[in-house]
């Protein structure tokens, strides 16, 4: 074995001992396989999505859809990476040296590590500049690593998703129909999780008393599902912090008619 692998192996161990949530040991495995390989990195999960590594680190990074396939921001990035993935997923086994046939990486060597249960760190360096045999070994050991604090970030975001399906379960069986009918008119008000309603507005399209629509989102307020704030005669902000609540209102509004 060489030193490098040894001080590649350290420094996972010093990141898994003294690490904080998945994401940041994820991002910091990331940088060990980069030291060891002198090379930019990133790791996706098994749908694509962008766990590690910084955004702007796609070289070229340009879509293809759209406007003449004109530089997309950062917020795009994670799009990016997914409308690609199916590029990247096609390595079953570690492969170094290797030209990605995607968008943004027509210039650099690319080094693919594919983990168990999906999912692939993804080094790279500039054309000409060759991966050695040490230094896929030594990032192999990081996609190992990577690989397992993937798997356990996905069992924690599953355990989320059901916590939060089972907060908002709870939320509105305890709403009775009128105040569930006007929440679902105060969420079709509003798009992409926020805006502003004015409840007397509601009140009056549905013929409730504008009490019904303040009590409703109040309750919800409560539970911790939404945050609202008063802005006067403008009406009232709200943002849904439970996304589960839009799944499941139609399905509540049909049960509580009946």
Same mark, same amino acid.
């Not at 105060?186 to 409730?208: C, P, T």
């Not at 309750?219 to 609202?228: D, R, W, Y």
């Not at 943002?239 to 839009?246: A, F, P, R, V």
């Given at each position: 074995m060489n030193n490098d692998f040894f001080n590649t192996m350290k420094n996972l161990n010093g990141l898994l001992s003294n690490s904080g949530n998945n994401v940041e040991l994820l991002n910091g495995i990331i940088n060990v396989a980069g030291e060891a390989a002198n090379a930019k990195g990133f790791f996706l999960n098994q749908n694509g999505k962008l766990l590690a590594g910084v955004n702007n680190v796609v070289p070229n990074c340009r879509s293809k859809k759209g406007d003449g396939g004109s530089n997309e921001s950062d917020d795009n990035s994670e799009n990016w990476f997914m409308d690609q993935y199916s590029q990247i997923n096609q390595f079953k086994e570690t492969q170094a040296n290797v030209k990605l046939g995607i968008n943004g990486f027509e210039n650099f060597n690319s080094a693919v590590f594919p983990v168990e249960n999906g999912g692939a760190l993804v080094v790279f360096k500039p054309e000409g500049e060759k991966f050695t045999d040490e230094e896929v070994m030594n990032v192999s050991l990081c996609a190992n690593n990577a690989g397992i604090v993937s798997q356990q970030e996905q069992y924690e975001a599953s355990a989320n998703e059901k916590r939060k399906a089972q907060i908002a379960h709870d939320v509105?069986?305890?709403?009775?129909?009128?105040?569930?009918?006007?929440?679902? /008119?105060?969420?079709?008000? +509003?798009?992409?999780?926020?805006?502003? *309603?004015?409840?007397?507005? %509601?009140?009056?399209? !549905?013929?409730?008393?504008?009490?019904?629509?303040?009590?409703?989102?109040?309750?919800? /307020?409560?539970?911790?599902? +939404?945050?609202?704030?008063?802005?006067? *005669?403008?009406?009232?902000? %709200?943002?849904?912090? !439970?996304?589960?609540?839009?799944?499941?209102?139609?399905?509540?509004?049909?049960?509580k008619l009946n």
């Open positions: 509105l069986e305890s709403l009775s129909f009128t105040e569930i009918d006007v929440v679902a /008119e105060v969420f079709d008000f +509003i798009k992409n999780g926020e805006g502003f *309603v004015i409840a007397s507005k %509601i009140a009056d399209k !549905n013929g409730y008393a504008r009490s019904v629509t303040v009590n409703a989102l109040r309750k919800l /307020e409560s539970a911790g599902v +939404i945050t609202t704030r008063s802005l006067g *005669v403008k009406g009232t902000y %709200i943002k849904i912090l !439970n996304e589960k609540l839009l799944e499941m209102i139609p399905k509540f509004r049909k049960k």
